[in-house]
């Protein structure tokens, strides 16, 4: 059965701004290798790898206040991380006419160095943002892309990037190049029409508790590569 389009999810937020003349601009450039008439699975694949590889990651990016979350705000940046990233890629994509929501999940990152994992007290990585999308020709279903690491990020650590067509997830992987463990996903906190932020701060306070307040930003965030 066909999913129904909720119009929230082609609907502007404060977060995602998708109305913004910084997404439209960059929803612009990613797309325009593709013809006008192009589906809405080949724009969400350009949207993706736009996002994945123009922003690179970088854990310890702060945002100026709750604004630095917007959407807008994020399409000015050069790097940031998993949740800032998954909100300009949500907002792209709404702009493009392509119903998209936030997803969450809390992740267990096996390469997560002992002294990381001692600091924080646990090796577990709440609230890992990604986007969904909704796509398809004769069926909508949800694809879930998380475009968090850029592809040099991942060559240099040995870890796979994450490849997006637009018929199946592509999620953190479980495994590195050298079969390793990397990624776990241990519980999805579920879709999200707009950013929680407030909740998800919450979340960090109390599991992180005074090692996120020494951080140089809002948290720990999804430090896959920390050393």
Known sequence: MTERIDPAWLAPTWFIDSESDQVA??????????????????VAVAL???????FRYDPYVGAEGSAGYKASSVAATSANWCTPKSVLLTAAARHCGIPARLGFADVRNHLSSEKLAQKMGTDLFIWHGYT???????????????????????ERFGVKALDFDG??????HPFDEGGNRHMEYVNQRGSFDDLPLEEIQADFDRVYGDWQ??????????????Q
């Open 48 to 54: 993706f790898y736009a996002v994945r590889d123009g």
């Open 213 to 226: 307040s020494d951080q140089p930003n809002d948290g720990p965030k999804d430090e896959a590569f920390a």
């Open 25 to 42: 601009e960059f929803a612009a450039a990613a797309r325009s290798d593709l013809p006008d008439d192009a589906d809405h699975t080949a």
């Open 167 to 172: 018929t199946s997830d592509a999620l953190m």
């Open 132 to 154: 969904e999308f909704l796509l398809g020709e004769d069926q909508l279903e949800w694809r879930k892309a998380s475009s968090a690491f850029n592809i040099e990020m991942c």
